[in-house]
Structures are given as C-alpha cells and as structure tokens.
C-alpha cells in the first residue's frame, strides 16, 4: 500500500521534469525541425492553387525534331497558377533505327512524348488512337485532354482562365467551323485545337461508335461521333480567341488580338517572329554581364 502512495507522490514531479526537459530543448534547438515537417514544403502552391487539370497532346511527327525543340522552349516559359497543364508530344510508331536513338534520349531527358500503336497517316485513325488509348496508358487522369496540332501557338494563361469557369463533365471545346459560325452545336470543332473532358475521351475509348468510323477527317470525325452518341452537351467555341495567322485562311483569320487563346497555321519563321513579339514573349529577360545582344 505505502510503496503505491510513493509512486503516486512522485509522478508529479517526473511530469514536471519532463515538461521542463522538453521546453528546455525546444528553446536550445528551435531550429531543428526538419523542412519535411514544414506543411507548405511537402504542398507546393502550384498544387494547392490548380482548380483543374488539363493534358496537352500536340500530335506530330518522329522526324520533327526541331519543331519539338523549339515548341519545348514555347511552352516551357508559359503556366497558369490556376490549372495543372502538362505538355506532351504524340505520334505513332517509330520507322528508322536513328528515331529509336534520338527519342529515347528526347525521353530520358524531357519525358514528354507518347507514341501510339499506329502507323504515320494523315486522316487514318490517328486522333481515335489518341483518345482511346490515354486512358489505358497514362499514370493518372486529367478533368481535359486537348487534341493541338504543332503549328499552333497557345497561350497556356488565357487557355486556362478560359476553362476554369467551364463545365468540367461533357464538354467539347474549341474553334467551331465553319469559320464565321457562332454555334458550336451544329457541326464540329477545327483540329487545330479542341478539349474534351475526361468522360469524354473515355467514352471515345469505351463507345463502338467512333470504333466503327475512323476514317476521314478527324477533327469533323469527333463531331460526328458525339452528335451520334448524343454527347458533348456542354460546348464552347472560342471565338474571337482563336484563329488562323492573319491572311491565311480566309474568315478563320483575323489580327492578332490580345486576348488570344491559339492561333493556327503558323508555318513559317517570320510568322512565328511576329506572334512572339506581339505577345512580348522575351519580355521576363533580365539583363546580364553574360549577353549585351538584346539591348
Ligand atoms: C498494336 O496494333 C497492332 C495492329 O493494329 C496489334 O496487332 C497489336 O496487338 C497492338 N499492340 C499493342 C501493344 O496494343
Ligand atoms: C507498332 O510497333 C509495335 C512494337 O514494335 C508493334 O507491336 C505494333 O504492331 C506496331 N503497330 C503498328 C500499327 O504498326
Ligand atoms: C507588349 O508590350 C507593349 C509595350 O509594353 C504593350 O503596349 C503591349 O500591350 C504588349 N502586348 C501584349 C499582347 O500584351
């Protein structure tokens, strides 16, 4: 009985030895704590500030090499805090021994090519093998999944702000042709680059419809198959937006604007020099003691 009593006696003072213990290493080490405890390290704000996720595929070609260099450096310098936006180049399978070398070194370094089970084809399957086979493929999913061709330039910011205030289920989004149409409920939107959300591409990879109608031109294609399967219910053509380089197509062009989300047809280099100097593209460059060429 009286050994219990000790016991009980002294535990106060062992609570009070450690609580004094503790505090003392608390003010000796206050700078101890390692980062990986600290919240706002292990979440970057990117992450905790992106409403939504969207996937780029630009669709391309094995050989195009410096296309894809100069295109990594185009959307290299762009983001959005308010979308999580991941660029990748597709094409189908590699043909020559030296792709085999090249792009297996593209992919160690930048990780961002798909190549799909198809062979090169214009106009034979290829942005059904895109859609259908993503959900099989990627790690993960993204709420929207765009189709680009790779002589558009897209400006990733105003791309986004677009989006975020746009249903994220059932949507078909893009540039709607014909040019000077407004309704992007009849007929389809242009492959230079159009968004579809996830259920969406699912459905292209789970529906016989497209299955069964893969030939022909494949962005008309796409708005063919969702009027048959009475999808898409959500639609949003671009428009002033997006558009073709000034004088190259008819009513699809018109000026550069400020607020542009695409501009298509860009198949030359003074073109591409006069859509970066309009949207002051170089305009982050710090001067330096390393370079004297900009002043
Ligand atoms: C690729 O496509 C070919 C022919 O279309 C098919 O036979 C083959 O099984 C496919 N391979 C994979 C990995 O899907
Ligand atoms: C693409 O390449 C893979 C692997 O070499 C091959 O299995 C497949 O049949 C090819 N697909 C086509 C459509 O040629
Ligand atoms: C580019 O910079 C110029 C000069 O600062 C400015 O007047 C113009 O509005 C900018 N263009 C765009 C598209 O932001």
Not at 10 to 24: D, K, M, Q, R, T
Request: contains cysteine.
């Amino acid at each position: 009985m009286k050994k219990k009593w000790v016991v009980l006696a002294v535990l106060p003072s062992i609570a009070l030895f450690l609580l004094f213990f503790c505090f003392n290493l608390l003010l000796k080490y206050p700078k101890v704590s390692s980062p990986l405890k600290d919240p706002i390290a292990i979440e970057p704000l990117r992450n905790t500030q992106a409403q939504f996720s969207l996937l780029i595929g630009i669709l391309t070609r094995p050989d195009s090499y410096d296309r894809r260099h100069f295109l990594r450096l185009i959307y290299g310098i762009q983001s959005s805090p308010i979308a999580e936006i991941h660029v990748k180049f597709v094409f189908c399978n590699l043909t020559k021994d030296e792709q085999r070398m090249f792009i297996a070194l593209e992919i160690l370094r930048f990780s961002d090519i798909i190549i799909l089970n198809c062979t090169e084809n214009m106009n034979s399957g290829k942005t059904y093998t895109y859609f259908s086979s993503l959900p099989c493929i990627l790690p993960r999913r993204y709420d929207y999944v765009m189709k680009a061709d790779d002589d558009v330039f897209l400006r990733i910011a105003p791309l986004a702000f677009s989006l975020q205030p746009l249903p994220r289920k059932d949507l078909y989004y893009g540039f709607v042709i014909p040019c000077n149409s407004r309704n992007p409920f009849i007929e389809y939107m242009s492959g230079m680059g159009f968004i579809l959300s996830w259920d969406l591409v699912e459905w292209i990879g789970d529906s016989s419809i497209p299955a069964n109608d893969i030939h022909g031109p494949e962005d008309k294609l796409v708005g063919k198959w969702l009027k048959m399967g009475n999808k898409a219910r959500n639609r949003f053509s671009n428009k002033p937006a997006m558009y073709d380089y000034p004088g190259t197509n008819g009513q699809c062009s018109h000026e550069l604007i400020p607020e542009t989300v695409a501009i298509h047809r860009i198949k030359r280099w003074d073109q591409w020099l006069t859509v970066l100097k309009f949207f002051n593209m170089t305009e982050a460059l710090q001067p330096s003691n390393l370079y004297h060429i900009f002043d």
